[in-house]
């Protein structure tokens, strides 16, 4: 059964940083890029960040690039996104998703940034 469960999301302050975490689990996860998305309300989802299946190649949106990084354990089968500097407009539901043979999506964690 795959598995891709999302954590680390929350409210934090603009300028804070919140660490995501994707546990990933089911299938051979050292086989598949890694992506985190991003869906704010009424927008359409968007691709934050990509790691390649050794961690070697990573791309990055343009409104995130300096601010966020994109990390992966292939032992531990997790996938992180280190969130820096944040600002109000990166709040949205954040997903991890796996591809390679097949694609496969996490359920989402919400990150709110907020005063």
């Known amino acids: 059964q795959v598995q891709l469960v999302e954590s680390g999301g929350g409210l934090v302050q603009p300028g804070g940083s919140l660490r995501l975490s994707c546990a990933a689990s089911g299938f051979t996860f050292s086989m598949y890029a890694m992506s985190w998305y991003r869906q704010a309300p009424g927008k359409e989802r968007e691709l934050v960040a990509r790691i390649s299946s050794a961690g070697i190649g990573t791309i990055f949106a343009d409104s995130v690039k300096g601010r966020f990084t994109i990390s992966r354990d292939n032992i531990k089968n997790t996938v992180y996104l280190q969130m820096n500097s944040l600002k109000p407009e990166d709040t949205a539901v954040y997903f991890c998703?796996?591809?390679?043979?097949?694609?496969?999506w996490g359920q989402g964690t919400q990150v709110t940034v907020s005063s």
């Open positions: 998703m796996a591809r390679w043979s097949r694609e496969y």
